[in-house]
């Protein structure tokens, strides 16, 4: 699961920078955005004791939750309204804050659903469940944006 949220969070990151650089053509608006992926980066310092005195279960559901409300509200901007800078740089944030805040949280939390010997088999499993669910989340979004571009076509 981690190997594909990496993954997703790369993409997302490339997406993001370019869609910001194309959109505004403004190298300040570039680099704040860089600036928004690096904040998260520079408090994870005080990451680690935040996820150890919380509920670790629902740091994963929150934190995902986040991350998929910053990419459907990333696609509803698109289709809704003219896409200004601070609503790309407040996604990036909300997306990058929670993808600090699962990892950690993920990797805590396995040691408590198996045992020792057992660790391997369900970390192995948690990936490739976790992998099929992220897949077909983005199939989903990837339809969702098609009938979105389909409906509103016309009004564009």
């Keep these: 699961m981690q190997t594909a949220s990496n993954i997703g969070g790369g993409i997302f990151g490339i997406f993001m920078m370019w869609a910001i650089h194309d959109t505004f053509q403004n190298p300040f608006y570039t680099g704040l955005a860089g600036v928004m992926f690096a904040t ?5 310092f005080a ?23 910053a990419v ?8 809704t ?13 909300l997306f990058s804050t929670s993808g600090m805040i699962k990892s950690p ?3 805590a939390l396995l040691p408590k659903i198996a045992e020792g010997k057992d660790l391997i088999k369900v970390n ?10 992220e897949l077909g989340i983005g199939v989903m979004l990837y339809m969702l944006s098609f009938l979105c571009l389909q409906c509103f076509s016309p009004f564009l």
């Design 47 to 69: 990451i680690g004791s935040f996820v150890d005195s919380r509920n670790k279960a629902s740091l994963i559901r929150l934190a995902c939750f986040a991350q998929l409300l």
């Design 40 to 44: 998260p980066n520079i408090a994870s």
């Design 81 to 93: 309204s003219t896409p200004q800078a601070w609503m790309y740089h407040a996604i990036i944030l």
């Design 72 to 79: 459907l509200s990333l696609l509803l901007i698109q289709y």
């Design 124 to 133: 192995a499993t948690i990936r490739i469940i976790g992998t099929l669910t």
């Design 105 to 107: 949280s993920s990797t």
